[in-house]
């Protein structure tokens, strides 16, 4: 079963600049260049185009008008593309900052004209890696703008429904679009969670067998990612419910009555997520717990064999001191020494004696049940 490493955190790669006026963009080092693809749809019509310029974009916004539109934006590595987008649509220059910034928790601003939303988008990338990738959104009437930091083909489940024309995708709005796209991002959360609950019943089996530090290390790290998991999953429930409270008429009545399943999600999620955090903390403690009783085991066995050996040891030292009962130069018959040291099979009777001892504390330890596996 393949293994998930530690959760890639992007922070280190962002380093602001102190004293820079609020609303200016600081885009990442390696912040990758914009792809765009602008979608243009009702519900009899689709069209498609790929973007390459800011003049591309210009003309594909000009068309189309009586259509709803969703302009697809994958990579912020361009500074000019975002400063276009502020100006061609009056956005706030807060706002961009906070698409440039991908540190963003998930929330919902309200302007007069518009919606900002942001989403986290956690998913297994081909590395085995969980990527915490920042999504943003801003919902005009009939325009839908997307931001992602990456190039992950995550949101194509939206767009092939676009493609197909069924349901409400085309009918219902640019706000039942977004309600999608962020329907989607959740039930991403889903199969990332059950893919880490997966791990855990595998360290749990593996437990059961063997307990080992490296099973407790690996069950420390799933917590972690739990944890992360978490840190994303509580705003996206607050936001969600924000969106559902909303006064702006943004936000249509069948995206509203959909919505407020998405939230129903958020609840399964957050609930997902704290049991599984106190499974991995019971399972180190149970990895713990059998370590300890393992070594229990270990020192048990010890001391049962240190048991037998110390009358043997005992005996062996006291006949290792050699007082003659005679001494070998005058003939000197010597009082209180040792009569056995010379009588004939002694060696023989000391060991024989020696075994029935051993033999003796065997049986003693087995009639108490100290030699019983536990």
């Known amino acids: 079963m393949s293994k998930i490493r530690r959760i890639r955190l992007k922070t280190k790669k962002y380093i602001p600049v102190p004293g820079t006026s609020p609303g200016s963009i600081q885009l990442y080092e390696d912040a990758l260049k914009p792809q765009i693809t602008v979608y243009s749809y009702n519900s009899d019509e689709f069209y498609s185009e790929k973007i390459n310029s800011i003049d591309e974009l210009e003309i594909q916004i000009e068309k189309h008008k009586e259509l709803h539109r969703w302009i697809e934006v994958k990579g912020i590595g361009d500074a000019d593309l975002l400063t276009y987008i502020e100006k061609k649509f009056s956005i706030n220059k807060l706002v961009i900052e906070d698409i440039a910034d991908c540190r963003q928790r998930p929330k ?43 190039y992950s083909n995550n949101i194509s489940p939206v767009i092939n429904r676009l493609k197909g024309g069924k349901g409400n995708i085309r009918s219902a709005g640019s706000s039942y679009l977004l309600y999608a796209l962020n329907d989607l991002i959740l039930d991403n959360y889903f199969t990332l969670i059950y893919k880490l609950g997966d791990e855990l019943e595998t360290i749990e089996e593996l437990l059961y067998r063997r307990a080992d530090k490296s099973l407790m290390f690996q069950t420390q790290n799933i917590k972690r990612e739990m944890i992360s998991i978490r840190r994303a999953a509580w705003p996206e429930r607050d936001k969600i419910n924000d ?49 300890s ?17 110390i009358p043997l040891t005992f005996i062996a030292g006291v006949y290792g001191m050699n007082f003659a009962i005679e001494d070998p130069k005058t003939g000197k018959f010597l009082n209180n020494n040792m009569p056995e040291l010379y009588n004939e099979n002694g060696y023989l009777y000391t060991m024989g004696g020696m075994l029935i001892i051993a033999i003796a504390q065997m049986i003693y330890f087995w009639r108490k049940g100290w030699l019983n596996k536990s």
Not at 248 to 254: Q, R, V
Not at 293 to 309: A, C, G, P, Y
């Open 108 to 150: 919902l601003d309200e302007y007069e004209d518009y919606l900002f939303v942001v989403s986290r988008m956690l998913y297994v990338d081909e590395q085995l890696e969980i990527e915490n990738e920042q999504v943003s959104f801003i919902l005009f009437p009939k325009l839908l703008i997307s931001f992602q930091e990456n």
């Open 293 to 309: 009783q393992r070594m229990n085991e270990i020192m048990k066995v010890l001391t049962i064999i240190s048991s037998i050996f």
């Open 243 to 291: 969106m559902i409270r909303s006064d702006s008429k943004l936000i249509g009545k069948t995206s509203r009555t959909y919505l407020k399943d998405t939230y129903d999600h958020t609840m399964q999620i957050i609930d997902l997520i704290e049991n599984y955090k106190d499974l991995t903390t019971s399972l180190i403690d149970m990895n713990l717990t059998l370590i």
